[in-house]
């Protein structure tokens, strides 16, 4: 039964990754769609395999995978690191895999945008200029307000993160491979 969602969680950050990459929008119908269907459908899942209690569990778990996967996201979001369809995007995610899987998929997800992101800055050629904004506004909040330096938009660069996403999804898919087949 978990190959089933998990292979719906490779469908749906899938879709997501194209729309992103087409739109730079990932759709609320997509991410609340496909949050709503995990919670209900593990709880089916476990109501059918072992009772109501299991159910509940499942469904539990699944709840807990959407609000841990979005925890760290959250955080990004609030601080204007992160767009709001990622963050509901791992929300779903947590929701379909559950907390372990979920965060372990979130892990690689972000793994993979940190690799293309430095692949993608050194190809324009603005790689060392994007890490030194980095490491100014990691300094910033140590230094006294007046000595603080200011950053032009231009030294930030801003990056779709559905596609890396989904190469985090894949990537679990694929360590795991037989083993979540055979469950």
């Known amino acids: 039964m978990l190959a ?42 476990g109501l059918y395999y072992a009772g109501f209690r299991a159910g509940l569990v499942e469904a539990a778990l699944s709840v ?20 709001g369809g990622d963050l509901k995007l791992f929300a779903a995610l947590g929701a379909l895999l559950q907390p372990l899987l979920g965060i372990e998929t979130e892990a690689y997800g972000f ?8 692949a993608r800055l050194a190809y324009q050629g603005r790689l060392f200029a994007v890490l030194g904004a980095t490491a100014t506004l990691m300094w910033n909040p140590l230094r006294p307000r007046e000595n603080r330096r200011e950053l032009p938009r231009e030294a930030l660069t801003w990056f779709r993160l559905g596609p890396a996403v989904f190469i985090g999804t894949l990537t679990m898919t694929l360590i795991h491979g037989y083993d979540l087949l055979s469950r």
């Open 4 to 45: 089933t969602f998990v292979a719906s969680a490779v469908i749906v950050s899938g879709i997501a990754a194209w729309k992103d990459s087409r739109t730079g929008l990932i759709p609320n119908w997509l991410t609340a769609g496909a949050l709503l269907a995990a919670v209900v459908f593990h709880f089916f899942a």
């Open 64 to 83: 807990s995978g959407a609000v841990f996967c979005a925890l760290g996201p959250l955080v990004l979001f609030a601080a204007g690191g992160m767009g």
């Open 111 to 118: 793994f993979a945008a940190a690799i293309i992101a430095l």
